[in-house]
């Protein structure tokens, strides 16, 4: 008798173990709420002193020129 409950004991064991390490090792199939990351379009302007800028933050508006001018306010130019 003492054997057959001893067994059931390390049957609720070995049983408990796998489920506990089954269960932490599944991947997650939920996609996190990523409401903070913004994702702006990959053009870029061209700057009086020639360099190019991209867009950045929140808004997606373009960065200022390395020498202070505002791309933002300018028309853009079409390159063919």
Not at 9 to 33: A, H, R, V
Not at 44 to 68: E, H, I, K, L, T
Request: charged letters at 20%; proline letters at 8%; hydrophobic letters at 30%.
């Amino acid at each position: 008798m003492k054997k057959i409950i001893i067994l059931i004991i390390i049957l609720l064991i070995i049983w408990g173990g796998y489920s506990y390490f089954n269960k932490n090792t599944q991947p997650t199939t939920e996609i996190p709420n990523r409401t903070d990351e913004v994702m702006c379009t990959m053009d870029a302007r061209m700057c009086p002193d020639g360099s190019y800028v991209g867009r950045q933050g929140p808004n997606c508006q373009f960065q200022m020129c390395p020498d202070g001018t505002d791309v933002n306010e300018q028309t853009p130019e079409i390159i063919q």
